[in-house]
């Protein structure tokens, strides 16, 4: 068949035969019915079949051979054919019957050589790797068997994944390794998309399987449930009930009930159903409308805080006057729940140990109300007092709102512990969130950002607590009425020992009061040789060592004990604290002044001497603050320029002068060393001692005025645990000697001065005195 022949020709619209396929061919129309009989009709059985192209006369088509004509399954008539050669098209003639005839040139195919043969195999394993996937197994034998790579590249007219077009090419390309090159792109592009599908497939199918089995399980619990009598429904329509079931206020309810009608239309699996749920079970917890009664006995009132704290009176008129209010208010139909109440927002601000924070449990038993406490040391994040954001994965409302629900009514008492130590940071200030939780004039109206609702919190007392009050921001600090608990004279400490902690310590011991007995005399020596604190958390720890110790020593056949103040060596060993001012002192040049740190009052010693040299500098050491270098200075300067009023050679300051203040390794700063640096440099140039028993306090001007400080009963308290009986203190904090317990006041020889060069003369010893001692 190399020669030009003439032969029927068949046009197919849907499908391109290739050489070596065999296709069936239904008689559907007269031309293909005319074609198919004219070649019935000639001997070899041959005829052309081609592809019908809209837009041009086809170019090539496959000599093909009639195999059987018959019907099809459904009786329709029909024909198989079998490509054989593909072929050139000429040009249309007539011949017999009704069918077309065309001139057709076989075409050879081109030679074989290696490279077609590598690209037949590697056409080949992409083939068998497709018909792996869909487990084609008897397909993939009829593949295996073929050798012939022209015959392999022209199974492609089976694929599916291949469009008539792809086909076309196929067919009007002779070149072997082409039509090899092309179908190896084409299959491996089909094969990377077939894996995606499937992957994708593969995922959706588990993720409905999970779905599924989630839906299944959940199905078979709740039927457990139901049948054990447990049956909890969690759906919107049980929100819906417990909210018209709760007393919540009328905004309060509208929110709520929007908050359901989303969780009516949100489908199972959204995220947000949980975040609605949460919020949700987070209102419903909320005591909207539980309130307590609060006592209008104010004597009783004034038992029970008498019962628990020794002194602190001022806290305590402080609460009996808000009583005496609310009882007046509440008799002349004057207050009005939800309201803006009270607003009172104290702040008890003293040392470690003085009591602050169990004074809140008190004023609650008090007030007949309940009581929370919010530790705020260490806080940094402004959420955690007005909540998180519902849109933050786990928020969660702030301190404020979950201590309300703590405490199961809207107007507890609230301590708001350790309120100076609140930090800041790039998440916020805290502090700055406390402003509207603590402002009277706006805390009726306070809003949790996870809430997002307003929360009435002016019938609640808020009770704050602090250490170090210049530690507080001046706008949180103006919101708040101050209370100072400055610490505890000797006196009160042994009461309260006596009352309150000796009773507690024998308890955790297990002793009794015939077991083990504690003299007054012995805890008065506790209070003043073995601990210095303006508290009571040292002294309860050497109590509970001599109960410890007592309770060893009954275990060996000793029916009681009585510890007397000799006794206390046995127990506690040796005091740690002895009066020193009067060593320390004993030298010209030191001076005992008075200060408070974050423990409580203390005493400081300055020492000032000068050293050889014609260089009239400064040193300063003791890690000093700015204001006290400034101190310094000021000291210097005034006695250099009065020295001839104090007595004072000047040759003597024209040395270098050396000023330190001992405990180096302590930070120290304020302004009220000012008069001690100046009897200080004094006694060091006029060689006379200060006297032991003389403490001093206040700062000082370039002209010898004495000026006001803070903290004058902490220093008072100070200065009589530390044996002095003379204190200089600045006359115009006189009025600060009101606030000072009058025992006291007893102990000490409180002197106001407006003028250093008087503390000086009254401070340092008699020149007489200082010769005889020499």
Not at 15 to 37: E, F, H, N, R
Not at 67 to 80: L, T, W
Request: net charge negative; proline share 5%.
């Amino acid at each position: 068949m190399s020669d030009i022949t003439r032969l029927p020709v068949l046009f197919l619209s849907d499908t391109v035969l290739l050489p070596g396929m065999v296709l069936p061919i239904a008689l559907d129309s007269d031309a293909t019915t005319a074609a198919i009989d004219a070649a019935q009709a000639t001997e070899t059985k041959k005829l052309l079949v081609a592809p019908r192209l809209d837009d041009r006369y086809p170019t090539h088509g496959v000599i093909a051979t009639l195999v059987q004509v018959g019907r099809m399954a459904g009786g329709q008539p029909a024909a198989v054919v079998r490509g054989e050669t593909r072929a050139h098209i000429g040009s249309g003639t007539s011949g017999p019957g009704a069918a077309l005839w065309v001139e057709v040139q076989p075409i050879t195919d081109t030679e074989i050589t290696d490279e077609v043969r590598n690209l037949a195999a590697e056409f080949k394993k992409l083939v068998l790797a497709m018909l792996q996937r869909r487990e084609a197994w008897q397909v993939i034998d009829s593949v295996n068997k073929l050798s012939d790579p022209a015959a392999l590249a022209d199974t492609a007219g089976y694929a599916s994944y291949l469009t008539d077009v792809q086909k076309r090419q196929l067919l009007e390309t002779p070149d072997v390794g082409e039509r090899l090159t092309a179908l190896i792109g084409w299959t491996t592009d089909h094969l990377a998309e077939v894996e995606v599908n499937d992957k994708i497939a593969d995922d959706v199918r588990e993720g409905m399987e999970k779905t599924q089995k989630e839906f299944l399980l959940r199905q078979q619990l709740a039927a457990i449930r139901k049948e054990l009598g447990e049956d909890e429904p969690d759906g919107s329509d049980d929100y819906r009930t417990r909210i018209e079931a709760a007393e919540l206020p009328d905004r309060v309810r509208a929110a709520a009930l929007r908050e359901v009608g989303k969780l009516e239309r949100a489908s199972d699996q959204s995220p947000e159903t949980g975040w609605i749920r949460t919020w949700l079970d987070t209102v419903l917890d909320l005591p909207w409308s539980v309130t307590t009664t609060d006592s209008t006995d104010i004597e009783a009132a004034r038992a029970v805080l008498d019962a628990d704290h020794h002194g602190l009176d001022d806290v305590k008129d402080r609460i009996v006057e808000y009583l005496a209010v609310r009882a007046r208010r509440s008799q002349r139909g004057l207050q009005v729940v939800g309201g803006r109440g009270s607003g009172a927002v104290l702040l008890l601000a003293g040392p470690p140990g003085v009591g602050k924070t169990s004074l809140g449990e008190s004023v609650a038993r008090a007030l007949g109300r309940n009581f929370v406490r919010v530790a705020l040391g260490g806080v940094r994040d402004e959420a955690e007092i007005r909540g998180h954001r519902r849109t933050y994965v786990g928020a969660l409302p702030g301190r404020i709102v979950r201590a309300i629900g703590e405490a199961g009514s809207m107007n507890p008492v609230v301590l708001l512990d350790e309120v100076d130590k609140v930090g800041s940071d790039y998440r916020g200030d805290p502090a700055a969130a406390l402003l509207e939780v603590l402002d009277p004039a706006q805390n009726h109206t306070f809003r949790d950002h996870y809430l997002d609702l307003d929360l009435d919190l002016s019938d609640v007392v808020f009770l704050a607590t602090a250490n170090v009050v210049e530690q507080i921001p001046s706008a949180l600090l103006d919101r708040m009425e101050l209370i100072s608990i400055d610490g505890y004279t000797e006196d009160d400490k042994v009461v309260i020992a006596r009352e309150h902690l000796l009773p507690r310590q024998r308890e955790r011991a297990a002793l009794s009061e015939d077991e083990v007995v504690i003299t007054d005399a012995a805890l008065r020596t506790i209070a003043a040789e073995y601990t210095r604190e303006p508290g009571m958390r040292q002294f309860e720890r050497m109590l509970a060592t001599l109960m410890r110790k007592a309770a060893t020593r009954l275990g060996t056949d000793t029916p009681s004990i009585t510890i007397d103040a000799s006794d206390l060596v046995t127990y506690l060993k040796r005091p740690r604290f002895t009066p020193e001012s009067a060593e320390r002192t004993a030298v010209a040049g030191v001076a005992t002044g008075l200060a408070v740190t974050g423990m409580g009052g203390d005493v400081l010693y300055i020492e000032a001497l000068t050293a050889p040299g014609d260089d009239p500098s400064l040193t300063i050491t003791g890690q000093l603050g700015d204001v006290m270098k400034e101190s310094a200075q000021i000291a210097l300067s005034y006695v250099r320029a009065h020295a001839e009023q104090l007595g004072v050679d000047v040759s003597t300051l024209d040395h270098p002068v050396h000023l330190h203040v001992p405990a180096g390794a302590v930070p120290k700063d304020g302004p009220s060393a000012g008069v001690t640096m100046v009897t200080a440099l004094v006694s060091m140039a006029t060689g006379r001692p200060v006297r032991s028993d003389v403490g001093m306090t206040g700062e000082v001007t370039l002209n010898g005025r004495v000026l006001p400080i803070g903290g004058v009963k902490q220093k008072l308290l100070a200065a009589q645990r530390a044996g002095l009986t003379t204190v200089f203190i600045p006359a115009r904090n006189e009025p600060d000697l009101d606030d000072v317990p009058a025992e006291i006041l007893a102990a000490l020889d409180v002197r106001p001065m407006t003028d250093v060069a008087d503390i000086v003369t009254a401070a340092l010893e008699a020149p007489g005195e200082v010769t005889a001692a020499a």
